[in-house]
Every structure is written in structure tokens, then in C-alpha cells.
């Protein structure tokens, strides 16, 4: 079967540096994406990875470990506009579906 | 192209009536995502398709749900007899195979 786990909620203070970790477990592998959700609107992408290392774009970072299984995604300078939902989803196995995580909704405080 | 459109926005129905959602992908994608989301929840995967053949569908999917892109273009998503615990946002998705996904606005639909 297939699993994706994230924390359910984070908190964090504007100008500050958040993590929020994924982990998976899924039969084949064909990449990784993070996307943003905003309270009553859908899914926006946000990255991509499907090779080892870290792929950066402006303030926010996705790191993949493939051996590990895991994922995280970093936003830094943290601006109130960031409280939203942050989901991790995972393309498996050759010709399966894009699978998500349930999302940590990360609420950013002044 | 101005992205994936699904229609209607919202949908109420009694409980015990059919009803049929419509998701118009962006053109030149070839995969096609069925999601149901309720609050708090991350998309919950339904079916794809890959062209017109749908390729997957989620062994939760009861036999009341069915979905169709009949020309590899739109889809439709039909619930018949619907039920209380069916009310959720139901989203599409397109993409061009294994590249990032996008989503339409959502259909959100009620059960009464």
C-alpha cells in the first residue's frame, strides 16, 4: 500500500524559518510535490523534486532523501500570507495515481 | 488556455438524487485527477485517467460513483443515490504525465 505522513498542525512568528517534514511509503517512485492550499480554495504547486538534494525558488526549499523515504519543505522569512495548508504528494509506481498526504496547516502569528 | 474548469461551483441535492460534475482539463494534458476533500483533510484520491482509459480507481470509490472522459478531454464524475456522507468538495486535476498537477476551483457539493 501507499502512506504519506505529515504533522497535522504547526505554528510559527512571522520572519521566522519553518520545516514541515513528509515521509512516505509508497511501491515505485516517480516524484515528489508540495503544494499550498488556502482555506476554501484549491491546491496551488509549489515545488518538485524527484532526484536527491535540495531544489530552491525564492523563499521557499524542498529537500528529498529517496533512500529515506522523506521529504521536507522550508519557508523562511515567514509572512502571514503563508498560514495555509501544505500538503506533500507522491507520484508512485509507473501509471499510478498522485497520491496526497491529509496536509499540515501551518498558522504564521505576528 | 485559462486552466482546469469544473462546473457547477456548488451543487445541492437531496439525498437519494444523481447528480453529475463536469471538469474541463487544460488542453494539452493527458492525465485527468478525480479528488474528494472535506475539512481538514488533504485530497482524497478517486480515479484517473490517462487519456480516455481510466487507469486507477480507489478501491473506496463504492459502486455508486462513476467517472468518464469519453474523448480524452473533459470528464464527468456521476454520483447516483447520493447520501449525507457524499456532501465533500470534489476536485480535478490535469496534468502532462508525471509533471505537477492542476487543480480546478472544486465542485462543493451538499447533501440534505
Known amino acids: 500500500g501507499q502512506n504519506i505522513d505529515q504533522p497535522t498542525e504547526m505554528t510559527a512568528t512571522e520572519g521566522a524559518i519553518v520545516q514541515i517534514n513528509c515521509t512516505y511509503q509508497t511501491s515505485g517512485f516517480n516524484g515528489l510535490f508540495w503544494y499550498q492550499q488556502h482555506a476554501g480554495e484549491a491546491p496551488t504547486f509549489l515545488s518538485y523534486?524527484?532526484?536527491?538534494g535540495l531544489e530552491e525558488k525564492g523563499r521557499f526549499s524542498s529537500f528529498l532523501s529517496r533512500s529515506k523515504g522523506y521529504s521536507y519543505l522550508l519557508l523562511k522569512e515567514l509572512q502571514m500570507k503563508d498560514s495555509a495548508s501544505y500538503l506533500c504528494a507522491v507520484n508512485g509506481q509507473a501509471g499510478t495515481a498522485l497520491i496526497f498526504g491529509k496536509g499540515t496547516t501551518l498558522s504564521v502569528s505576528s | 488556455d485559462t486552466g482546469v474548469s469544473q462546473d457547477p461551483r456548488h451543487k445541492i441535492t437531496k439525498r437519494g438524487q444523481n447528480v453529475t460534475f463536469r471538469c474541463d482539463p487544460i488542453s494539452e494534458h493527458n492525465r485527468l485527477y478525480w479528488y474528494r476533500q472535506t475539512l481538514g483533510q488533504g485530497p482524497e484520491f478517486l480515479t484517473y485517467f490517462q487519456n480516455e482509459a481510466q487507469l486507477e480507481k480507489s478501491r473506496l470509490l463504492s459502486d455508486r460513483f462513476s467517472a468518464e472522459r469519453p474523448k480524452g478531454s473533459f470528464s464527468t464524475l456521476e454520483i447516483q443515490r447520493t447520501e449525507q456522507g457524499d456532501s465533500a468538495m470534489y476536485l480535478c486535476?490535469?496534468?502532462?504525465?508525471?509533471?505537477?498537477?492542476?487543480f480546478g476551483q472544486g465542485t462543493r457539493l451538499t447533501v440534505v
Open positions: 486535476a490535469s496534468s502532462f504525465n508525471t509533471a505537477e498537477a492542476f
Open positions: 523534486n524527484v532526484l536527491d
